[in-house]
């Protein structure tokens, strides 16, 4: 058997797709694993690593006083499995196989998980012929080449990227460990150290304090309009900036007429075409889409598994000469873009253009494979980009008419530029960026023009600019920091640890106290110089320069260095951090008392409260932080004096919440009107006495709402007491809500929000509610026909069972009744206890207790009481008549009929309508009886 190992599960499909040919492919599950096989050959996909790094065991306690934060420098380090049912199921096939093929992705993180798959095969298979194939596309071409042409694992590109892994390990377990415990925060709240990480957020801090200690400086910019046949255009001062303001005016007071034309200029000047996509200048290009570098690499990735693109992780930017581009051509062709294909077949440059970078790996990011909109969905626009950006590298070069008009104003001298697009070149296929024509119009030297206006602008400098995403990625490359499979997750990791925000991006107190606390006592871990040499010494592990061994060894020992720095200042360090994380949860004066105000969490929950607690009970909730974690922001205010919340949530946009007392004021407002006697004024009397919600007020003591609010305590008590309903009344919505959601999935223009309020409308409020309405009314608010039945039948069943356990019977008895088809209690009382019992499995006396509590539950006459004797007896009776079995006497129970003497006076027709049996069949029964 030919055993095939992929990096992910659809590429292990697209693969089996492929060299299947025309053979098919069967699929199934082993353990939750899906697995493709074809003829001779299977194929399998990983999950990226399934066995993952970690230190040999009793490193785990962080408190420890045997394995301090410095010991795990040199503890041990070991690989367990991450997915066992994958492990085992690649080690079950490996045994069969007579060849293995790694197929994972081609690169340094691709190539160890190749290696980790290699050691799992050699694990249970020493003799099993194992191989690579290694390929930029998911194409046929691709694919196919790969597996004829298969070659060995590169164990030193793989020791790479274990070395990569047990550096990151040590420096960010380390690291992490010691500065949370300096900083007493633990659980969800760690501060994340690492050897990227870290001197990535110091530049955003020393970017922040630039702008902070910035000085605007002002300057004057000088310039005047004029015309020619009607057509104005603007000229500026040839000195450009003036930093002196005398100078300025002394040049806006001598720019008089005449205004002659001393000189005109024509030329051309050459619009170079963009270079091939690389993975940073995709992640910058992606960024003018509107898209963060996480969410443009998730789906260049996904279109790379489809076949669509190439792979997206790559350093080159030159085409090697292996690949095809007329085939590319050929494949675009058969797409929306077969006109731009048209125009750059008859236009094509002699080369394609070239950056700067090559490598061996991965040719530039290009088209791989046909696709449609409706096939990509919202992943279009990316390949688009992608498809565009290649047909632009392979056109000519755009060409634009330049003119320079020189002018005297009297003795100052002005200029005027203009440009025309006169050949749009690559342009034309690559419409992601302006081609504005400034046109001027046509002067001649010696002519003398109109002054129309003359313009002194004061200006000031600015500060330089936060890093966008994109902005910082470039950044990151130019000084060596990550590899370019990782730059974007490090700064999605930042945003998650609510170390930066907003984009651009900025830091949060937090991530600023961090950086700085170590920047003042191991400025070795936010600089980059520091990680620079280490990727530089990865780099050698796959030239064989260096081995993996040693440049861990040489990772070890720059690291106690570090905490030959950090250790004699932890608890230095740890005030430090304290004092600035106090202030970064810290809000703004409590309305009630005064004091602070702070972010507080629990778990997934989080809320605003005060610090005075519990003196002072004020408080705000939040959203759950599966929305994201809540950070303060700079804006503050006005009215409340308290800073803005944002909620900040991994690969996500932050959520500007804005003041939270602001925003729990324009909440409560419709709840306040939905309460009957609230007016106006008593909601503004409430504000002004700080009573902010209607929890508030519905605990509130009457007497204390009379004195707050002014009004009388019959007033005072009739609002406590409607409020309270309200309160209930939501509660029942949040429930049905809640309840709704879990069988009415959302869909396009129906959220679980607009059902409810459609609910609302028609008077369904609850569960109770959803059990009594008609299906028709549910079908109203956009439900079908099936999700109807469903949450009607669902919340009848949900009712009945809180109904039965309020009358008493236990949840195992409730379960078998409901299981039974006994539903309600209308269920329980409407059928005979001996039927209940049949059929339920429970026993006849504790029927008879439970029927006996519903009858009295709902004011109806008990049934007669009927012990298990009396029915075993009965049951003998009945089965000893010719042609009663145990199906009939089911249905003689559900008609009540238990024994002989029941039968002898059951009435046919009645009996009949009720149990199902022929009323003919019931009376031969009867004549059975004995007399």
């Known amino acids: 058997m030919h055993l095939i190992i992929a990096e992910k599960n659809i590429v292990a499909n697209r693969i089996a797709q492929i060299l299947a040919g025309k053979e098919k492919i069967s699929q199934k599950k082993e353990g939750g694993v899906n697995l493709y096989q074809f003829g001779d050959t299977a194929t399998i996909g990983l999950r990226g690593h399934v066995v993952e790094i970690d230190f040999v065991e009793g ?3 962080w408190r420890s006083e045997t394995h301090p934060p410095r010991s795990l420098i040199d503890a041990g380090v070991l690989k367990r499995p991450t997915e066992p049912a994958i492990v085992k199921l690649v080690q079950k096939l ?19 998980i ?40 590169d164990f030193d590109l793989a020791a790479a990227g274990e070395a990569r892994q047990i550096v990151d390990l040590l420096w960010g377990a380390s690291l992490t460990r010691f500065i949370s415990l300096a900083a007493r925060r633990g659980g969800n709240n760690i501060l994340s150290v690492g050897r990227v990480q870290s001197p990535t957020l110091a530049m955003i801090v020393d970017r922040e304090r630039e702008i902070e200690s910035f000085i605007p400086e002002p300057y004057w910019e000088l310039s005047l309009d004029t015309e020619k046949d009607g057509e104005t255009f603007s000229a500026r001062h040839i000195n450009g900036k ?17 205004l002659k034309v001393t000189d005109v200029k024509e030329g051309t000047r050459a619009d170079k075409a963009p270079t091939p996509f690389d993975t940073t200048g995709f ?20 279109l790379y598994m489809n076949g669509y693109i190439s792979y997206p992780r790559t350093d080159n930017t030159i085409y090697p000469p292996s690949l095809n581009l007329e085939s590319i051509l050929d494949t675009l062709s058969k797409t929306q873009f077969k006109k731009e294909v048209d125009w ?32 990509l969905g919202e992943n279009w626009k990316v390949y688009e980009l992608v498809v565009r950006r290649f047909l632009a590298t392979l056109s000519p070069d755009a060409e634009w008419m330049t003119m320079k008009i020189n002018l005297t104003a009297s003795k100052e001298g002005y200029t005027s530029t203009g440009s025309r697009l006169k050949e749009a070149g690559w342009r034309t296929v690559y419409t992601y960026s302006d081609a504005k ?5 046509v002067v001649k030297p010696g002519e003398e023009l109109p002054i129309k206006n003359v313009n002194l602008e004061e200006k000031q400098t600015q500060p330089p600019p936060r890093y966008s995403q994109s902005k910082l990625i470039q950044v990151m490359e130019e000084l060596g920091l990550g ?12 945003v998650g640890r609510k170390y930066i925000e907003g984009n651009p991006l900025r830091p949060t107190l937090v991530g600023r106290a961090v950086t700085e606390s170590l920047e003042g006592h191991a400025s070795e871990i936010t600089s980059p110089e520091m990680t620079s040499t280490l990727e530089s010494a990865m780099e050698d592990i796959k030239v064989k320069k260096q081995s993996r061994d040693l440049v861990v060894t040489d990772s070890r020992v720059m690291l106690h260095k570090v905490f030959d720095a950090l250790e004699p200042n932890s608890e230095l360090i740890g005030r430090e951090i304290m004092d600035q994380t106090d202030e970064e949860l810290t809000i703004g004066p409590c309305p009630i008392c005064g004091k602070d105000l702070r972010i507080r969490r629990k778990g997934v929950s989080q809320f605003i409260g005060c610090t005075g607690y519990p003196d002072c009970t004020f408080n705000i909730s939040l959203p759950s932080s599966m929305w994201g974690g809540a950070v303060r922001t700079k804006a503050v205010c006005e009215i409340h004096n308290l800073n803005h919340i944002s909620l900040i949530a991994k690969g996500s946009r932050p959520w500007e919440m804005g003041c939270p007392l602001c925003q729990l004021i324009t909440q409560q407002k419709d709840i306040f009107a939905m309460i009957p006697s609230m007016t106006e004024k008593i909601r503004e009397d409430l504000l002004s006495a700080k009573i902010y919600s209607a929890f508030e007020l519905g605990k509130m003591d009457p007497e204390a709402l009379m004195k707050a609010i002014g009004v009388t305590k019959k007033a005072a008590e009739q609002l406590i007491k409607e409020t309270l309903d309200v309160m209930a009344l939501l509660k029942k919505r949040s429930e049905c809500k809640k309840f709704m959601k879990q069988f009415v999935p959302p869909k396009r223009g129906r959220s679980h929000t607009k059902v409810m309020s459609s609910f609302t409308a028609s008077g369904i409020n609850s569960i109770d509610d959803l059990s009594k309405v008609c299906v028709e009314d549910l079908k109203k608010a956009g439900l079908t026909e099936e999700e109807a039945n469903t949450l009607k039948a669902e919340a009848v069943l949900l009712t009945s069972k809180n109904q039965l356990k309020e009358i008493g019977v236990p949840t195992t008895s409730l379960r078998k009744y409901q299981e039974a088809g006994f539903i309600g209690p209308e269920d329980l009382l409407g059928s005979h206890p001996a039927y209940i019992s049949l059929k339920s499995g429970v026993s006849i006396d504790t029927v008879s207790k439970h029927v006996a509590l519903v009858a009295q539950y709902l004011n109806k006459e008990q049934p007669v009481k009927i012990t298990k004797k009396h029915l075993e007896k009965g049951r003998e009776e009945l089965l000893s008549l010719k042609g009663i079995s145990e199906p009939v006497l089911e249905q003689l129970y559900c008609a009540g009929i238990i024994d002989l003497k029941s039968l002898s006076t059951a009435n046919p027709d009645k009996a009949a309508k009720i149990c199902g049996l022929s009323k003919e069949k019931i009376k031969q029964f009867k004549a059975a009886v004995p007399v």
């Open 59 to 61: 490193y785990t306690n």
């Open 94 to 112: 490996s045994k069969k196989a007579d060849r293995v093929t790694i197929a994972t992705d081609f690169d340094t993180e691709g190539e160890l």
């Open 114 to 153: 190749g290696k980790e798959a290699f050691e799992l095969v050699r694990a249970v298979n020493q003799k099993v012929k194992v191989d690579r194939a290694r390929f930029s596309a998911i194409t046929p071409e691709e694919i196919n080449h790969a597996f004829s042409n298969a070659s060995d694992i």
């Open 242 to 258: 003036f930093t002196d303001k005398e100078q300025a005016d002394t040049a806006y007071a001598a720019t008089k007429k005449p």
């Open 283 to 302: 992640i910058v290009a992606a960024a003018r889409l509107g898209l963060s570098a996480a969410n443009a690499m998730r789906i260049a990735e996904d």
């Open 344 to 375: 750059v077949r008859k236009n094509r440059r002699k080369t394609p253009t070239q950056g700067k970078k090559s490598s061996t790996d991965h040719p530039p990011i290009h088209p791989a494979g046909a696709a449609t909109p409706e096939q």
């Open 437 to 441: 024509d400034s046109i001027l119009p």
């Open 483 to 494: 590899t370019k499979s990782t730059r974007h997750e490090v700064i999605q990791k930042l």
